[in-house]
């Protein structure tokens, strides 16, 4: 069934093998599992949790070099599980599963799960440094926040709802993914306005028990690497405050350059290239075989043999090949008989790799393949992988016309203009086959005097051909034909036909009418079937890219299909993944743009202003331009998860900003001045900033890495998100004080004006 569990059949059917083996009346027959993609799920689930895990232990370890305190890094850490917890029953309750995306959504959250913790536990640890009770610290402390640390959770949980309306493929792959994060989110600020005070506030103080022991022994051993990275920390905030009197001091510079970095950067987009979804290695391909039409069973049979000899020869070369199976011939499903559905000339070979090789080592093989089976003659091969998702055709070409052989040339000629393209493998037009048919061209002069009409003579050359369906039965619950037909009726030639007969009903009716006597037959070729899209007659031209970006190779093509070498009924147009690509990115950016005004609405009614909010929303820019460099440097073209973790990037980097301005209005309420209250809320928020941006990215690290199956689909989002966070996080230092201190200089000379 279409909406089964994939891992679930797979164990059902693996017990039911494991059954079979024990049957005696099997004794002798050998069962052999040839291709289960449970397998790959199964392995990049296991991935995805190794890859969550050390995430956490990373975010936990420069939590350590941050606080200096194993027992406050051990109270945050806690914040992990914990929601997690929560997240999986979220999960539970919503009908999400556990897949590659749900836990690449966790794993993708999982270092921000500690960022309102952090916040937390620093503004209370800041309280309590000058003097203030534990109660008072906790009360106060975690008060002063409060405000920041939800607003900084709701923009992010915010960029998720547009992603709802998502259209295409984007809209598949992250609906999972953006509960999860969503879910582990809310989680982590309950957590850390409930739990975290609560823990703080009862632990301390209490008389030191073994474990509290335990953890003060290990903080003293650790202590002189905690010390140095401490020196580090007040080096780096005493430069800081050198930097911010600069900034502070010609306030309008830092906003400038930073709009200036984005209208040079941002442009450059363009040039990334851009693909849909990344090919995702699975160690498993399949090469399809079509012969010429009409070529016998065993022909078919012997040239597969001969590609067979050609992988055995490379598999004892050494190249890591673990099985190879071949199907010979296109059974017709049950039911039809018509001779158009014996495809005897197609086959397909398909191969399984070692489970040590590598992308590199498949491509190698691939390349190996082919050169063997080039040394076949008249064997053309299609490369083909399997897919966890249904696409097309990375591109076709739809070419239209009214007229059969028209449509075919046109396809054809489309065909030998894409073979020109670099970079495009496997250019295939899928003319349909051609078998060998009796034309009857009926006389209605004829027709007329016999009294018989075109339907009449119609359905008895169909029953004289491929018979009648007398009955029906059930098999596998579905209804299977019987059809009765005269033994040798599809093996007719012209001179058969001709002398079939067509009953004449009637009084005057004397005896059954030849089918010569009625028209005039002739042998001609037909095709098996005729492919039809919006009511016109189609055909799909298709091809692979190899070494190229799909944009790249889909402007490609379409520069080789201009001009005028087509006859002027014909039509084509581009489609395929393009396509698909093409909606999923309008979609996306389309999402990518509510997102920003949804931040902006949050943005406004936590800082009570309109004019607040743009300075934080120029941190999103900022991002991007980093998110760009990332995509530059590493090869990643724009794609869909790549423009996913743009659009995550947006919720993320404003976090922030927001707990920078909310800090500062906070010490301009206590009477402070703009310039002071912009500089002593930097001092004040760079290592919490630093915290939570460290434990995010290093969180995502073993994610941007891209170890394990399935990593193709967590790499481009996990290092949008690290390079975009890390670029906006150093920006948003100097860019947020700046512009707060600029905007609310501007809004003074207002009033006075």
């Known amino acids: 069934e279409g909406d089964a569990n994939s891992v679930s059949v797979a164990h059902r059917v693996r017990e039911r093998l494991a059954q079979l083996e024990d049957d005696r009346s099997l004794t002798g027959c050998q069962l052999e599992v040839l291709t289960d993609q449970a397998r790959f799920i199964e392995d990049s689930i296991s991935s995805v949790e190794s890859t ?96 920041g640390i939800i607003a900084s959770t709701l923009t992010t949980i915010a960029v998720f709802l547009p992603l709802v309306f998502v259209q295409g493929i984007g809209g598949e792959i992250f609906r999972d993914q953006a509960l999860t994060v969503t879910y582990s989110l809310l989680a982590s600020l309950f957590v850390a306005v409930t739990v975290i005070p609560t823990v703080i506030a009862n632990g301390t103080g209490s008389s030191p028990g073994k474990l509290v022991r335990l953890i003060h ?12 990275f401490s020196y580090l920390l007040n080096t780096a905030q005493r430069y800081y405050a050198r930097i911010l009197d600069q900034v502070l001091a010609v306030s309008w510079v830092a906003p400038v350059l930073a709009v200036m970095l984005c209208i040079l950067v941002l442009p450059q987009a363009d040039d990334l290239g851009s693909e849909l979804v990344p090919d995702l290695f699975q160690g498993q391909f399949h090469f399809d075989v079509e012969l ?136 295939h037009a899928q003319v349909a086959d051609q078998v060998p048919e009796v034309h009857v061209r009926l006389d209605p002069v004829r027709l007329s005097a016999y009294g018989l009409t075109l339907g009449q003579v119609a359905d008895g050359l169909r029953a004289k051909g491929i018979g009648e369906i ?11 034909d019987v059809r009765v037909r005269m033994r040798g009726a599809l093996e007719k030639g012209i001179e058969d036909a001709e002398l079939d ?12 009418l030849r089918v010569a006597s009625l028209g005039r037959l002739e042998e001609a070729l037909g095709p098996v079937e005729i492919r039809r899209v919006g009511g016109e007659r189609s055909v799909l031209v298709t091809a692979r890219t190899d070494g190229v970006d799909l944009g790249t190779a889909t402007m490609n093509a379409e520069q080789a299909l201009q001009g005028r070498y087509l006859p002027p009924t014909t039509a084509a147009r581009m489609s395929g993944q393009n396509l698909e690509m093409k909606e999923s990115l309008q979609s996306l950016a389309e999402a990518l743009a509510l997102a920003i005004f949804v931040v902006y609405l949050v943005l406004a009614s936590t800082f009570e202003s309109l004019k607040l909010p743009f300075i934080v929303i120029l941190t999103v820019p900022l ?45 301009q309420e206590t009477g402070s001045d703009p310039t002071s209250a912009a500089r002593e809320a930097g001092v004040e928020r760079l290592r919490p900033i630093l915290i939570t941006s460290a434990t995010t990215i290093l969180g995502l690290l073993p994610l941007a890495l891209g170890f394990g199956p399935g990593a193709e689909l967590r790499k481009p989002l996990a290092i949008t998100v690290v390079w975009g966070l890390a670029a906006a996080t150093m920006m948003t230092l100097v860019v947020i004080p700046s512009g707060y201190r600029l905007l609310q200089r501007s809004s003074k000379d207002g009033r006075s004006a």
Not at 470 to 480: G, M
Not at 501 to 510: K, T
């Open 52 to 147: 969550a895990l050390l995430g956490a232990l990373l975010a936990a370890l420069v939590l350590y070099l941050f606080l200096r305190d194993l027992l406050s890094t051990l109270t945050i850490a806690l914040s992990i599980p914990v929601s997690v917890a929560v997240t999986f029953l979220l999960m539970e309750l919503t009908d999400v599963s556990l897949n590659v995306l749900s836990l690449g959504g966790l794993a993708l959250g999982i270092g921000m799960l500690v960022d309102n913790s952090v916040v937390v536990l620093e503004s209370i640890q800041r309280l309590r440094e000058k003097g203030l009770d534990i109660r008072d610290a906790v009360t106060e402390g975690t008060g002063q926040v409060m405000g």
């Open 217 to 228: 022994a290990i903080d003293r051993v650790l202590g002189p690497l905690s010390m140095a």
């Open 292 to 427: 010429t039409e009409g070529t016998p069973l065993e022909e078919t049979d012997r040239k597969i043999a001969s590609l067979e000899l050609a992988i055995d020869r490379l598999k004892v070369a050494g190249q890591p090949i673990a099985m190879v199976t071949s199907t010979v011939g296109d059974a017709p499903v049950l039911g039809e008989v018509q001779s158009g559905d014996r495809r005897e000339h197609v086959a397909r070979i398909s191969l399984t790799l070692t489970s040590e090789a590598t992308r590199q080592q498949e491509a190698e093989v691939i390349e190996r393949i082919e050169q063997e089976f080039a040394k076949v003659p008249d064997c053309p091969v299609t490369l083909g992988r399997p897919s966890l998702f249904t696409f097309r055709d990375p591109i076709e070409v739809e070419v239209f016309d009214e007229d059969l052989e028209t449509l075919r040339n046109s396809a054809l000629a489309i065909e030998e203009r894409l073979e020109l393209v670099p970079n495009l493998l496997d250019v």
């Open 470 to 480: 007398a009955t029906q039965y059930r098999y596998a619950e579905k209804p299977i």
């Open 501 to 512: 007969s067509v009953a004449v009903s009637g009084p005057d009716a004397l005896a059954p």
């Open 623 to 667: 991002g991007i331009c980093g998110a760009i460099f990332a995509m530059f440097f590493t090869g990643i073209p724009l794609g869909v998860l790549s423009m996913i973790g743009v659009i995550v990037l947006c919720g993320i980097v404003v976090n922030n900003g927001i707990i920078f301005v909310a800090r500062i209005q906070q010490l």
